[in-house]
Each structure stands twice: as structure tokens, then as C-alpha cells.
């Protein structure tokens, strides 16, 4: 994954998998259904630590993969283009 609405949208399937609504998970990890909704829709300026938290309570961990040997970093971030249309 490499874009916020892929997390949101792993996040949003990891939910539905369990069955579970906003509402619960949200209870359950002390956010509110807001922030749940926005995290799931890719909303780019939501806390790391609090996705971190809700993928924690529903099963699920973040692993960093290495790019292959062959990666190359220029043509990555030319096909990303700007990246203006992040909140940093």
C-alpha cells in the first residue's frame, strides 16, 4: 500500500471481514465514528498512531517490504507526481 485511500480501504475491508460496524470498532478503540469513517475514505491527515491502534484491536499489524533490488526511486516518484495533494 502506498496511498492513504489503499490503508482506509484495507482498513475499511478488515472491518468488514470481522463482521463489525464503525460504531463498534470505533467503541472499542476509543475513536469516533468520524475519525473511523475518514480513516476508511483515505482521509490523509489522520494519526498513524491511531490507525496503528485500531489495526491492532482488530487483528492486524503494519510490515515494512523492501522495494526490489531493481526499484528505481526517480521513476517511482515521477509516475506519483506531486504530492501537494498531501497533508503533511
Same mark, same amino acid.
Given at each position: 500500500m502506498r $496511498?492513504?485511500?489503499e490503508v482506509?480501504? =484495507?482498513l $475499511? =475491508?478488515? $472491518? &468488514?471481514g470481522l463482521g463489525l460496524t464503525q460504531a463498534e #470498532? @470505533?467503541?472499542a478503540t476509543g475513536v469516533s465514528r468520524k475519525w473511523l469513517s475518514e480513516a *476508511?475514505?483515505?482521509?490523509?491527515?489522520?494519526? +498513524?498512531? +491511531?490507525?496503528?491502534?485500531v489495526l491492532? @484491536?482488530?487483528?492486524y *499489524?503494519? &510490515?515494512? #517490504?523492501?522495494q526490489p533490488d531493481d526499484f528505481d526511486l526517480e521513476a517511482h516518484l515521477d509516475r506519483l507526481g506531486?504530492? /501537494? /495533494?498531501y497533508q503533511w
Amino acid at each position: 500500500m502506498r $496511498r492513504p485511500h489503499e490503508v482506509g480501504a =484495507a482498513l $475499511r =475491508a478488515a $472491518r &468488514e471481514g470481522l463482521g463489525l460496524t464503525q460504531a463498534e #470498532v @470505533a467503541w472499542a478503540t476509543g475513536v469516533s465514528r468520524k475519525w473511523l469513517s475518514e480513516a *476508511e475514505s483515505g482521509k490523509a491527515a489522520v494519526s +498513524l498512531g +491511531l490507525v496503528l491502534g485500531v489495526l491492532d @484491536a482488530l487483528g492486524y *499489524e503494519v &510490515e515494512f #517490504v523492501p522495494q526490489p533490488d531493481d526499484f528505481d526511486l526517480e521513476a517511482h516518484l515521477d509516475r506519483l507526481g506531486s504530492t /501537494d /495533494d498531501y497533508q503533511w
